[in-house]
């Protein structure tokens, strides 16, 4: 049976501490920041216009 979320960060910062002590836990969370904007839609900008051949053509003037 799935966790519930609090219940799953609870048992992860555990097994961190468990695993690293508190201090190397916390050095290791501050290194994750929330991200900003919009993944999916900026992805979608980049790759609407790839195409196998145009793939293929970078890979041979490269």
């Known amino acids: 049976m799935l966790k519930t979320i609090e ?3 609870i ?3 555990k ?3 468990d695993s690293l002590g508190l201090a190397e ?3 290791f969370l501050l290194q994750y920041q929330k ?10 900008k980049k790759v609407d216009n790839i ?3 145009g ?6 003037t490269e």
Request: zero cysteines; charged letters at 30%; a positive charge.
């Open 15 to 17: 097994a961190l501490i």
């Open 35 to 44: 991200g900003s904007g919009n993944y999916t839609k900026e992805r979608k």
């Open 55 to 60: 793939i293929v053509q970078q890979y041979k």
């Open 25 to 27: 836990a916390t050095r």
């Open 11 to 13: 048992n992860g910062w």
């Open 7 to 9: 219940e799953l960060k």
């Open 51 to 53: 195409t196998i051949k």
